[in-house]
């Protein structure tokens, strides 16, 4: 099976731009998780989607946004970026039953540069 | 709410010799618990996980840990460590919160181990 993959790997963006980052699923999984790691905060939960709807959220401003297309695959956007937006962005789907949708398999992230 | 410490930011150790990457938790829900590794670069990487049954679960690359719900602990052991597993490790934990779920994956702030020659 394929794993989680991201596109694009890596980002340079300017102050105040948006960028929209992709995500694939492993087959079969129908939750998305995203996750920002930074050297400062570590890694942060930002949303979760199931199904297409967002089903948990975490502590971070309305300019990061996310949603899942019927496919699975997700995509996040962050609007009007900040210079503390430049992290490493993570995505992690799982299984969608029982105790294995705990599990949460990582793709190998998007490196957002913002200058 | 859910929290993860872990003891250690650096731990440096020599070649084939044993380690211990501390882990403690604070939950007031059921727990499943989880060790991630990540590698220069890269992605995270499951490593190993508890989510019922046996206390103690391993790795097919030797690591194992140990879930102790009384100290509320998941120490992650390996009897001899190699070059390769040079990395950083991140201990994790989600759960159950009054029934409902909770799939979201709080980390600790991460155990950088150095494996030397």
């Known amino acids: 099976k394929a794993g989680v993959t991201q596109t694009p790997r890596y980002l340079i963006k300017t102050r105040g731009q948006q960028v929209t980052l992709s995500c694939s699923p492993i087959s079969g999984h129908r939750s998305v998780s995203w996750y920002q790691q930074t050297p400062g905060q570590g890694l942060q939960f930002l949303f979760e989607?199931?199904?297409?709807?967002?089903?948990n959220k975490g502590n971070f401003p309305g300019r990061f946004s996310g949603r899942q297309f019927s496919n699975s695959r997700s995509e996040m956007n962050v609007s009007t970026l900040e210079l503390g937006d430049s992290a490493l962005y993570l995505c992690?789907?799982?299984?969608?039953?029982?105790?294995?949708?705990?599990?949460?398999?990582f793709g190998p992230g998007t490196r957002l540069t913002v200058t | 709410a859910q929290s993860v410490t872990q003891l250690d930011s650096q731990v440096p150790v020599f070649e084939e010799a044993p380690v211990e990457l501390r882990c403690n938790y604070s939950?007031?829900?059921?727990?499943?618990l989880f060790w991630y590794v990540q590698y220069p670069n890269q992605g995270l990487q499951l490593l190993l996980k508890?989510?019922?049954?046996?206390?103690l679960v391993e790795s097919i690359n030797g690591f194992e840990a140990e879930f102790n719900k009384s100290q509320t602990s998941f120490h992650l052991r390996k009897p001899s460590v190699h070059i390769s597993d040079t990395a950083e490790y991140f201990c994790?934990?989600?759960?159950?919160?009054?029934?409902?779920?909770?799939?979201?994956?709080?980390f600790g702030k991460g155990t950088l181990l150095t494996v030397n020659p």
């Open positions: 994790a934990v989600s759960g159950t919160v009054g029934g409902g779920s909770n799939y979201k994956l709080t």
């Open positions: 508890y989510l019922s049954g046996s206390t």
């Open positions: 939950s007031s829900v059921s727990v499943y």
């Open positions: 992690a789907s799982s299984s969608p039953s029982g105790r294995a949708s705990y599990e949460q398999y």
């Open positions: 989607y199931f199904s297409e709807t967002q089903r």
